[in-house]
C-alpha cells in the first residue's frame, strides 16, 4: 500500500458516511488519521481542531447534501449544517483517503430562494442525465453566488461514474454530445446565437462568449428561459419563432465557456444575460432536486 493507504488496518476506517457525525463530535485524531500525507503536511491537527472546534459551535447535524463521483474514482461529499448557513466539502479516494476538505459559511437569499417562476416547466431533455450543478447553496451550485445565474443548472449524461468513454479531449467522446436539446415550456424565441465553435480539445474554455450558442425564450410574465452551449450550428429555432413545449430547439454542445459538453438552462426576468436576475423554476413534478441526483 502507498504512504497514503497507511491507515492502521486494526482500527475501524471511518467511511465518507460517518464522516460528519465523526467531525461533528469532535474526533479530530480520526479525521486527521484519514487525511492523505500531502494533505497533513499543509494542516497539523492542532489547526483541525482549532478550526472545527469553532466550527461546530451552535451545529447540531450536519445533513449530507451530494455525493459527486469523479473520474478518476474519488468521489466529493457536501453537507451542510440544519441551519443551511455552515457548509463542508470532504474528497474521499477509491481507498476512503481524505484527499481535500473545505469548511466555509454559506451566504443564503431565502427572499428569493423561495419565489418561483408562474411558468410551469419541463426539463429541457429526454431520459435520464445527472445534476452537475444544482441547489440553493453555493457547494452544490457555482451559479449561487451570482444574481443573474442563482437557479441555474447544469446537466450532464453520467454513466458508471463517468460523462464519456474513450478519448477524453474529444466532444464526441461524451455522452450528452449531440443530444436534442428541448423547450422547456411554450414560448416565443427572444434571442438566439448559433455561430459560436465548439471547444476543442475539451477543457478549453470560451469566456469571451460564455453562453456560447443559446436560445433565450420568451414565456411572458418576465420569465425568459436561458438554454446554453449549443453545438455549433445545430440551433433549428429564429427569433420570433414561437415554440411549444418539448419542441427540439437543437443539440447540445460545449460552446462558450464550457468546461464540456453539457446543458445549462436557467430562468431570469430579462433576456439581458448581464443585468437580469435569476429565478427559481418550477418544475412540472413534486420533488426537488439537487446536485449528485439523477433526473428524468
Known amino acids: 500500500m502507498g504512504e497514503d493507504q497507511e491507515i492502521d488496518q486494526k482500527e475501524n476506517v471511518m467511511k465518507p458516511e460517518e464522516f460528519s457525525s465523526t467531525f461533528l463530535n469532535?474526533?479530530?485524531?480520526?479525521?486527521?488519521?484519514?487525511?492523505?500525507?500531502?494533505f497533513q503536511k499543509e494542516v497539523s491537527l492542532k489547526q483541525l481542531q482549532e478550526l472545527g472546534n469553532d466550527f461546530n459551535q451552535d451545529v447540531t447535524a450536519y445533513i449530507l447534501q451530494s455525493e459527486l463521483p469523479y473520474h478518476n474514482g474519488s468521489k466529493q461529499y457536501t453537507w451542510t449544517d440544519d441551519s443551511g448557513s455552515k457548509g463542508m466539502v470532504a474528497v474521499f479516494d477509491e481507498n476512503d483517503i481524505i484527499?481535500?476538505?473545505?469548511?466555509m459559511p454559506l451566504t443564503m437569499y431565502p427572499e428569493?430562494?423561495?419565489?418561483?417562476?408562474e411558468t410551469v416547466m419541463q426539463l429541457p431533455f429526454q431520459d435520464t442525465w445527472y445534476v452537475f450543478w444544482g441547489g440553493t447553496n453555493s457547494l452544490v451550485n457555482y451559479h449561487y453566488e451570482y444574481e443573474n445565474q442563482r437557479y441555474a443548472y447544469d446537466f450532464v449524461i453520467m454513466e458508471e461514474g463517468t460523462t464519456y468513454e474513450e478519448d477524453p479531449s474529444m466532444n464526441e467522446s461524451y455522452y450528452a454530445f449531440g443530444k436534442e436539446y428541448l423547450a422547456p415550456a411554450d414560448g416565443i424565441v427572444a434571442k438566439?446565437?448559433?455561430?459560436?465553435?465548439d471547444n476543442q480539445p475539451v477543457g478549453q474554455m470560451n469566456e469571451e462568449q460564455p453562453l456560447g450558442n443559446y436560445v433565450i425564450l420568451d414565456h411572458g410574465n418576465k420569465e425568459f428561459s436561458y438554454l446554453?452551449?449549443?453545438?455549433?450550428?445545430?440551433?433549428?429555432?429564429?427569433?420570433?419563432d414561437k415554440v411549444h413545449?418539448?419542441?427540439?430547439l437543437g443539440q447540445v454542445g460545449n460552446s462558450g465557456n464550457s468546461s464540456e459538453p453539457h446543458i445549462h438552462f436557467h430562468v431570469s426576468d430579462s433576456p439581458d444575460p448581464a443585468s437580469s436576475k435569476s429565478i427559481n423554476i418550477k418544475f412540472n413534478r413534486e420533488n426537488p432536486f439537487i446536485q449528485g441526483d439523477f433526473v428524468e
Open 192 to 197: 438566439v446565437e448559433n455561430n459560436v465553435k
Open 26 to 38: 469532535g474526533d479530530f485524531e480520526k479525521v486527521y488519521s484519514q487525511m492523505s500525507k500531502a
Open 99 to 103: 484527499q481535500g476538505l473545505q469548511i
Open 228 to 240: 446554453a452551449h449549443f453545438k455549433h450550428q445545430s440551433i433549428l429555432v429564429n427569433e420570433g
Open 112 to 117: 428569493t430562494d423561495n419565489v418561483y417562476t
Open 245 to 248: 413545449q418539448g419542441d427540439v
